[in-house]
């Protein structure tokens, strides 16, 4: 059985970070394993957020366990600190994690802050020269290749190519329904070609977790023996049919269903 690793955080209302990841590594038939780097929990009044970083030394000793064992592909979330960035980067130099996807969560859902700049500078410099696929939002890819709010499928190439001259080999930059387009788009580039990923948008907000899943979703199919762009594409309608089975979780939020694919009888192709 093929065995994956996340590093990242736990979500403790269990639709984003390692819980939806380890949710959709199932539905993908790969062995799940995750490396918590901190706890994130909410205000039932308002549902702020708040992130308690795991101690760095403890965040190793998940890393050794894991890697021991072996991992056909990984991918990280929220890193939280720069010293766990900074022990990522060397984990994956160490264990030669050639398949890595590095999804740079830099805010949480519903909040626009972005949690620690710095971490941004690290990713960005540590993370990204070591990733096969990396899978920014429109927020994320602008703080990343510096080109600031990108609202049209031009500023996403631009940011693209300035992303994949900072040394990641793949990038997908996810428009999805934020983008101005009748579409619902996502754009990958290898280095070499534009590819656009298009699905109709769907009217729902019940979205939380969406990016934690198509990342997850990537790094289960290149465990499996895809490429990067048909891990890509398979990613998209597994985490298309996750937001559109979508269901109110409370009245501040709502998630995805991270097994719609194969429960409503789409079956993941490995």
Not at 203 to 215: I, W
């Amino acid at each position: 059985m093929k065995k994956t690793l996340t590093i990242a955080g736990s979500d403790s209302s269990g639709g984003a970070g390692q819980a939806a990841d380890l949710k959709t590594f199932q539905e993908h038939d790969v062995y799940g394993m995750t490396a918590l780097t901190c706890i994130v929990t909410m205000n039932p009044e308002g549902w702020h957020h708040h992130v308690t970083p795991i101690d760095t030394d403890l965040v190793e000793k998940q890393l050794d366990t894991i890697l021991s064992v072996g991992v056909d592909a990984a991918k990280s979330g929220m890193l939280g600190t720069v010293p766990i960035i900074e022990l990522a980067a060397r984990k994956i130099d160490e264990y030669k994690l050639y398949q890595y996807v590095l999804d740079p969560v830099m805010v949480c859902k519903g909040e626009d802050e972005v949690l620690q700049p710095e971490n941004t500078d690290a990713m960005r410099e540590l993370l990204l020269p070591r990733s096969l696929v990396t899978t920014p939002n429109l927020f994320e890819a602008g703080q990343l290749a510096g080109t600031g709010p990108i609202k049209t499928i031009g500023g996403m190439k631009e940011a693209a190519v300035k992303i994949h001259a900072l040394g990641a080999k793949n990038v997908v930059i996810k428009g999805g329904r934020a983008l101005d387009h009748e579409k619902a788009i996502d754009l990958f580039y290898d280095g070499e070609a534009f590819t656009l990923l298009e699905e109709d948008k769907i009217d729902s907000t019940y979205n939380h977790g969406a990016g934690c899943t198509f990342a997850a979703a990537i790094t289960a199919n290149l465990a499996q023996g895809k490429s990067a762009k048909e891990s890509v594409i398979a990613a998209k309608s597994f985490v298309t049919a996750a937001i559109k089975h979508g269901f109110e979780l409370n009245q501040y939020v709502g998630s995805v269903m991270h097994g719609a694919y194969t429960k409503y009888g789409l079956e993941v192709k490995n």
